[in-house]
């Protein structure tokens, strides 16, 4: 089983956040491939799928972005995941908007999210990185990743994301060259 894992922040308050792009991503997943709700558990809403022949487990952790390893540890440590099968779905100030990386491991480059992740289960797990942008020095970091999109915002990072998430399958076969090859050519 695989887990993929969005973070973001719990209210109504949060909705179409930067921040909560990984949220964004989940909610998208089930709708296109409907997911069916399992349960709220492990200080997540679960649910469950099937994405080409391959079940997946969907979280997202209902303890805020900063508190987000310790929801996510319980599910991988209960469900013993295998770190090559979890993906971390967030947003990244370091990419221009809708600018979507892979990467396993390395640093959390300031992301509060990724460092409880990585504190609560190592490093080495993919995360998929979608670009919010950089306030350019207008806004605090802290405040601009808590506001909405923009328009233009959303309107790109709906856009990169559907396109996403139609070739998502792409991260089983360890593929993820393939997708990045899609997702940069479908500009």
């Known amino acids: 089983m695989y887990l993929f894992a969005g973070i973001g922040n719990i209210g109504k308050e949060y909705n179409d956040t930067r921040h909560n792009i990984g949220f964004l991503i989940i909610d998208e997943i089930i709708k296109q491939y409907e997911f069916k709700k399992d349960k709220d558990d492990f200080d997540s809403c679960i649910y469950r799928g099937i994405i080409v022949k391959e079940k997946v487990m969907l979280a997202k952790p209902m303890t805020f972005v900063n508190n987000s390893g ?20 967030h947003d990244d100030m370091d990419l221009n908007v809708s600018r979507i990386k892979i990467k396993t491991g390395g640093s959390s480059a300031g992301h509060n999210g990724i460092k409880s992740i990585d504190n609560c289960i190592g490093r080495n797990y993919k995360r998929i990185r979608i670009g919010i942008g950089n306030p350019s020095g207008y806004i605090t970091p802290k405040k601009y990743v808590l506001e909405k999109f923009t328009k233009n915002e959303y309107y790109l990072i709906k856009k990169k994301t559907g396109i996403l998430i139609k070739n998502i399958h792409y991260l089983f076969n360890n593929d993820s060259n393939n997708l990045l090859n899609i997702l940069s050519n479908d500009l």
């Open 70 to 89: 310790k929801a996510i540890s319980k599910i991988v440590s209960f469900y013993k995941i295998p770190m090559e099968k979890i993906f971390i779905f």
